[in-house]
């Protein structure tokens, strides 16, 4: 059994149960408490991404790590189109990752990443992947645990006996659109950092469960992650 699909149905379940209890209208906020925390981060993240390049040196270890997993030489000769593609193939990434960096290795990319071979592409490319979801994590976290702190103050929570099974009820499916949206920012985040060997384990399993995979192609944050990835 898919440890994966045990783990998102108990999560899935433990938020309907969230659901059923707090009730139609705080799961209502909270949902798009999450909306508006996708969106700001989405303004936001570049910024941190910037911020956390130019004044910490977690790019460089992270790039430094990248050379070291892959073995990426730091000097390489000059190689065909055909090699640069089965050396991008031979990475332990999933798919849609190695599909990417194969699609943009060109010498205009290698001009914008400030490289001159398919290795340092690799590298500078991978690490800019990375921190931009790191970015990207981490802004959401700050806006999410604002944005719960201004929910938990909202006692919108009916207690009136006639709208009382209403408000369970539209808390149960509200709990499910919730977890639901979490799976998918997981999904996405674990895309994102799939050069790290946790991750790439996700990914694997996500493959194996057709449920998971369907629920993966379906994902809305993956043009996100489409954009997230255009812009390096």
Same mark, same amino acid.
């Given at each position: 059994? =898919? %440890? ?8 899935? @379940?433990?938020? +309907? ?9 705080? !799961? *209502? ?10 969106? %700001? ?7 941190? =991404?910037?911020? @956390? ?8 270890? $992270?790039? =430094? ?25 031979? %990475? ?13 290795? =060109? ?23 990375? +921190?931009?979801?790191? !970015? ?7 806006? !999410? ?5 201004? $929910? ?16 369970? *009820? ?28 946790? *991750?790439?384990?996700? +990914?694997?399993?996500?493959?194996? !469960? ?23």
């Amino acid at each position: 059994m =898919n %440890l994966l699909v045990l783990g998102i149905a108990a999560f899935m @379940l433990l938020f +309907m149960l969230r659901g059923y209890r707090i009730g139609l209208f705080k !799961s *209502a906020a909270g949902a798009i408490g999450i909306v508006l925390a996708v969106f %700001l981060t989405a303004l936001l993240y570049p910024g941190v =991404n910037k911020l @956390l390049c130019e004044q910490t040196a977690l790019d460089e270890t $992270i790039k =430094n790590n990248i050379i070291k997993k892959f073995e990426l030489p730091q000097e390489t000769e000059e190689i065909t189109r055909n090699q640069e593609i089965e050396l991008i193939d031979k %990475l332990d990434l999933p798919t849609g990752v190695r599909d990417w960096l194969i699609e943009n290795c =060109n010498g205009e990319q290698y001009l914008e990443t400030g490289v001159n071979n398919v290795c340092g592409y690799i590298a500078e490319t991978l690490t800019a992947m990375v +921190m931009r979801g790191i !970015s990207y994590v981490l802004t959401f976290f700050i806006l !999410s645990l604002c944005i719960h702190i201004l $929910i938990t103050v909202l006692d919108v929570a009916s207690y009136i006996p006639i709208v009382k099974g209403i408000n369970k *009820a539209g808390g149960i499916l509200f709990g499910a659109g919730q977890a639901l949206l979490f799976v998918w920012i997981f999904m996405g985040i674990v895309t994102l950092l799939s050069t790290f060997n946790w *991750a790439l384990q996700v +990914m694997k399993m996500i493959d194996e !469960s057709s449920l998971l995979a369907w629920i993966y192609k379906k994902d809305i944050f993956l043009k996100i992650i489409v954009d997230i990835l255009e812009k390096i």
